[in-house]
């Protein structure tokens, strides 16, 4: 399977900046869509941020004009560069991505799988 491992989590002021970054591992194929998630304490799990192999990306509105979502085909990698941070910013992010990869087999297999998540606070 592909294993996905998230960093860069913490305190930080408002106003402040953060960067998580997300390596995948395993016998990767492909990476098709890389995404960032969050969820705050009492709500639901929503999508932050998304890009494409190609390097589409989409955000959702509250993040747009301060988060950044980014990634390297050649590392396996994405990242979420968070500026202006905001206290209602303040959840768990995870990190999601789906794809191909070759099992022990070698046989291609599609795959969906999720980071552990790391925790972003934003307080003074």
């Known amino acids: 399977q592909v294993q996905l491992v998230e960093s860069g989590g913490g305190l930080v002021q408002p106003g402040g900046s953060l960067r998580l970054s997300c390596a995948a591992s395993?016998?990767?194929?492909?990476?098709?869509?890389m995404r960032w998630y969050r969820q705050a304490p009492g709500k639901q799990r929503e999508l932050v941020a998304h890009?494409?192999?190609?390097?589409?990306?989409t955000y959702v509105d509250s993040v747009k004009g301060r988060f950044t979502i980014s990634r390297d085909n050649g590392k396996n990698s994405v990242s979420l560069q968070m500026n202006s941070l905001k206290p209602e910013d303040t959840a768990v992010y995870y990190c999601?991505?789906?794809?191909?990869?070759?099992?022990?087999?070698?046989?291609?297999?599609?795959?969906?799988?999720w980071g552990q998540g790391t925790q972003v606070t934003v307080s003074s």
């Open positions: 890009i494409t192999s190609g390097g589409s990306t």
């Open positions: 395993g016998n990767i194929a492909r990476i098709s869509v």
């Open positions: 999601n991505a789906d794809g191909l990869y070759y099992d022990s087999g070698s046989t291609l297999k599609v795959f969906g799988s």
